[in-house]
Structures are given as structure tokens and as C-alpha cells.
């Protein structure tokens, strides 16, 4: 069944790692959350007529600055044009600092039934490094709080890669997440990207990024503790309890179709791509003063398709599925790439059993490289 996904483009501060696209003025909130709604309405068919929703999830941007009645106006048009699956996953995204006792009462009010709280680190000075809103005691107070409300289904996110003198901040920072008994974890490499105060700095020379093989110390790191924890890692940057997969993002990687409402959002339909503006006056104005969604077409040739399925199948524990990519996408891996997918096996990178390939423990800390070379030449 597909998938909604609603970006919510606001923060209160910007973190100097973040390149997605939001807004650190409010003013426009109000507006905003309507022509979402109003989008919800002038798209309602994108999926075909009257669709079962599987998943929903509200990111961003920071979509915990939502108040009760705008969670409300966009459940209310979500309801009246879609059908909710019976056991839909919703999650939405949180900040530590907006999870207040009363706050979690808000959304345990609303059909919300799960949170991805991005903590990042619990190491204060690691916080101020990346410009994060909230402070060490509340990232633990906060998925407290959220589990003493009633919100079980968690997610926490830790960014590892930052620059320090050893690997016990990250050894530290893994077990208190463990701790918290949270049946999901996402964790990712600091990436500095062009646009981010660490961009910058990093082109004068105030910020260096720490070398390839220390960051690849600290995932080694975390492979070891999470699996020490009874997590499985079903995806490179994701890890969870056994059945607690993030629904939403696996329908992704699973290459279903979904529906992105917002400025910046992206949909898919199952054969190609739809952009939305990443303007948010411009949105306002196109969605509530003319009825109509900017976007803009992205169509996939079978290349694109198949070099897309290699790209997200890679990333998990499934694997890549290589009769399909042949049959269905075109793209003979074993044919076009044999002397390649020998070497991967040589060095112990990559398996192949029962025609899927899936990537080692050594082989996923050379991911993006490794798909690079299996992709689909012009």
C-alpha cells in the first residue's frame, strides 16, 4: 500500500549540518499547514481513486513545532480524501526541546502513533557544534517523557563522524541510546554539504572533517553495540528490534509509490517523479490563491530505474535482487559486471547466494563507491 509524506519545512534554529529545505521564520506557518491541506485535496487522486494509506510521516524541518489545531486541519483533509490502513504506521518527527509534557499529551490526542526524536548526540559541546536546539539532560528527558506518555514505537536518531580526540564520546553516546530501550535507531555519518555553516567553515579552514578510517572506526562501533543489543541493522543507517522496521522508509527502499505533500516534497508513482517548488511563499501562493501544485516532472527512463532499485535494494539486508533488476529493469549485473562482482567477493565485500547480492560488514563502509560502479553505464 503506498505512502504520505507531509514536509513541514520550520525550525527554530538552523543546524550547521542541514542542507534540506525549511525556514527559521514562523510567520508563515498558519498558511502553510492550509495549502498542505489544500494540496492534499487537489492531489487526492495522485495515488489512484480514493487509495488505503499504509504509512504517513510528517518531516522536515522540525514538524513537532506543529500545534494541536494544525495536526488537526491536516488529519481532517488526510481523512477525508484518503482510507487509513487499520494498523497505518504515522510517525512524525520531533526535537527533544518541543517534547514538553503537555506537548506529548497534544499528540498522544492525535492519530500519531509513533516518534523519530532526533538527539543526535548526548555530548553537550557536540550539540553546540551542530547548532542543536536542545541540551544533553533534555535528549534523554524527552524519550522519557515520550515512553511515560504512552508512545512506545520510537525512534532516535545519533549523527557518529564528528571530530574529537578518541571514540569514547561515540561509545558513550551509543550507550546511552541503548539504554533507553527504544525499538528503533537511526544513525548516520556527518556529511558536511555545500550551503551549511560547516560548508563554509570548512572552506576557510575553521572546521576539518576527521579522516575516512576514523569514521569508519566509530560505525564498526556501532555495528558491534547495536547487534550486542539485539538490534538488527536492515538498512545501513538503521537499526531496530526484530519486527520494528521503520514501515515508511522500507516502503521507500521497497521502491513503492507514495505521495509528497509541501514545498520541496517529492512523489512517486510507481514509474516516475514529481518535484514540488522548494519556495515556500511561492507554494503558499500557487497552492491557496490558484489551486494549483507546482511541480515538477521527473520522469525515469529504465536506466534511472534500474540504477535507483541498485542504489536503495544495495543499502539493505535483503539485498539486491538480481533476477529482478534483469527481468524487470533491464540492467544483467552478472553479464556487465562480472569481473567487478568477483573482485567484491574476492575481498570479502559482497556475497551472492540464490541471485542476490548483498553487501558484508566491510563491504557497506564502501557503499556509495561499490553502487557507483554497479550502476547502469548510459
Known amino acids: 500500500m503506498p505512502g504520505l509524506y507531509l514536509h513541514i519545512p520550520f525550525c527554530k534554529q538552523a543546524c550547521h549540518y542541514c542542507d534540506f529545505h525549511f525556514s527559521t521564520s514562523l510567520a508563515l506557518k498558519g498558511r502553510l499547514v492550509a495549502a498542505i491541506a489544500e494540496e492534499i485535496r487537489l492531489r487526492q487522486h495522485y495515488l489512484g481513486p480514493r487509495p488505503v494509506i499504509d504509512t504517513v510521516y510528517f518531516g522536515g524541518g522540525t514538524p513537532s513545532l506543529l500545534i494541536a489545531s494544525e495536526l488537526s486541519q491536516l488529519f481532517g ?19 527533544p526541546d518541543d517534547l514538553s509534557a503537555a506537548k506529548l499529551v ?6 500519531l502513533n509513533r516518534l523519530s526524536i532526533g538527539l543526535q548526540s548526548f555530548h553537550e559541546p557536540h550539540l553546540r557544534l551542530m547548532n542543536r536546539a536542545h ?18 514505537n520510537l525512534s532516535i536518531d545519533l549523527i557518529y563522524g564528528i571530530p574529537a580526540p578518541g571514540h569514547h564520546i561515540w561509545e558513550a553516546d551509543l550507550a546511552n541510546a541503548l539504554a533507553l530501550g527504544v525499538p528503533h535507531l537511526s544513525a548516520y555519518a556527518l556529511t558536511v554539504e555545500l550551503g551549511t555553516a560547516l560548508g563554509s567553515w570548512q572552506r576557510k579552514g575553521r572546521f576539518v572533517a576527521p579522516p575516512d578510517e576514523f569514521v569508519a572506526t566509530q560505525f ?5 553495540e547495536a547487534r550486542g543489543a539485539g538490534y538488527e541493522q536492515y538498512e545501513i543507517s538503521n537499526f531496530c528490534q526484530p519486527g520494528r522496521e521503520s514501515r515508511h522508509n522500507s516502503a521507500y527502499w521497497a521502491g513503492l ?4 505533500l509541501g514545498p520541496s516534497a517529492h512523489s512517486f508513482d510507481g514509474q516516475n517523479r514529481l518535484a514540488t517548488l522548494a519556495n515556500n511563499p511561492q507554494y503558499v ?18 536506466r534511472d530505474r534500474a540504477n535507483e532499485y541498485l542504489l536503495t535494494s544495495l543499502r539493505t539486508s535483503r539485498g539486491t535482487n538480481l533476477a529482478y533488476l534483469r527481468d524487470a529493469l533491464g540492467h544483467d549485473l552478472p553479464a556487465t559486471h562480472a569481473p567487478y562482482l568477483a573482485h567484491l567477493a574476492a575481498h570479502g565485500w559482497a556475497t551472492i547466494q ?5 553487501l558484508t560488514d ?5 557503499a556509495d563507491q561499490i553502487t557507483l560502479e554497479l550502476f547502469a553505464a548510459e
Open 135 to 152: 541540551t544533553t539532560q533534555e535528549s534523554t528527558a524527552a524519550v522519557l517523557r515520550a515512553q511515560d506518555a504512552g508512545f512506545e
Open 362 to 366: 566491510a563491504g557497506k563502509l564502501l
Open 285 to 302: 501562493a500557487a497552492v491557496l490563491d490558484r489551486h494549483e501544485v507546482p511541480t515538477t516532472p521527473d520522469l525515469l527512463t529504465p
Open 220 to 224: 564498526e562501533l556501532l555495528l558491534r
Open 77 to 95: 483533509a488526510i481523512t477525508t480524501y484518503f482510507d487509513l490502513a487499520p494498523d497505518a504506521e504515522i510517525t512524525l518527527e520531533a526535537n
Open 354 to 358: 540464490n541471485e542476490v547480492l548483498t
Open 106 to 111: 497534544e499528540l498522544r490526542q492525535s492519530p
Open 257 to 260: 509509490p507514495y505521495l509528497g
